[in-house]
């Protein structure tokens, strides 16, 4: 594995890192951990094998590790730094545009269905590819696209409500109006 090849790869590791994590800091500590991964193992790279492919695979599973691990620490307990949620703590923003509801309704959606969607949508992979990524069917690809891109356009189309009507304190997600000049 040649420098520059690793580093052709980290504009679109960091699109599908932000992707996944909502949050810029977070997702520069997931390529930082990808690319570290990816140097500690490229012995187990296979030259002349898709080394976009390779080094997807791993940020998806170091995520889906960092996933677990957090589920494990909530349900056993544990405190939790308040900078690792406080994207969760902050007020929503009142005047939302449409890049910012369509990040909110992408992580809205299930982890499957998220990566599989990011993955053919945003970084134009082939089914077979994210089959392999993701260690799933090629089928599995197929419906969990099909359910994501259903989802989000419905979490996008859905009415905007007040929220002194529902008795909630969270802004829920709505399509901006388009005006035209």
Do not use: K
């Not at 040649?2 to 890192?17: H, N, S, W």
């Not at 080094?55 to 996933?67: A, K």
């Not at 307990?77 to 005047?95: K, N, Q, R, S």
């Not at 449409?98 to 945003?122: F, G, I, W």
């Amino acid at each position: 594995m040649e420098r520059p090849e690793l580093v052709q790869q980290i504009p679109g590791l960091r699109r599908y890192a932000r992707a996944l994590t909502g949050d810029a800091w977070a997702a520069d500590d997931l390529v930082q951990d990808t690319l570290e991964r990816a140097c500690s193992r490229w012995r187990l790279w296979l030259v002349g094998s898709d080394l976009r492919a390779w080094l997807f695979t791993l940020m998806h599973n170091l995520f889906v590790s960092d996933l677990r691990r957090l589920t494990r620490q909530r349900r056993s307990g544990t405190t939790l730094d308040l900078d690792e949620v406080a994207h969760e703590l902050a007020a929503p923003d009142t005047a939302q545009d449409l890049a910012l509801d369509l990040q909110r309704c992408l992580l809205q959606l299930p982890e499957e269905q998220r990566t599989v969607l990011l993955l053919v949508t945003l970084e134009d992979m082939a089914y077979a590819d994210v089959a392999r990524i993701t260690g799933t069917p090629i089928g599995t690809v197929m419906s969990r696209l099909s359910r994501a891109r259903a989802r989000l356009q419905a979490l996008l189309d859905a009415p905007a409500e007040h929220p002194h009507a529902s008795g909630s304190t969270v802004t829920p997600l709505h399509r901006p109006s388009r005006t035209t000049p």
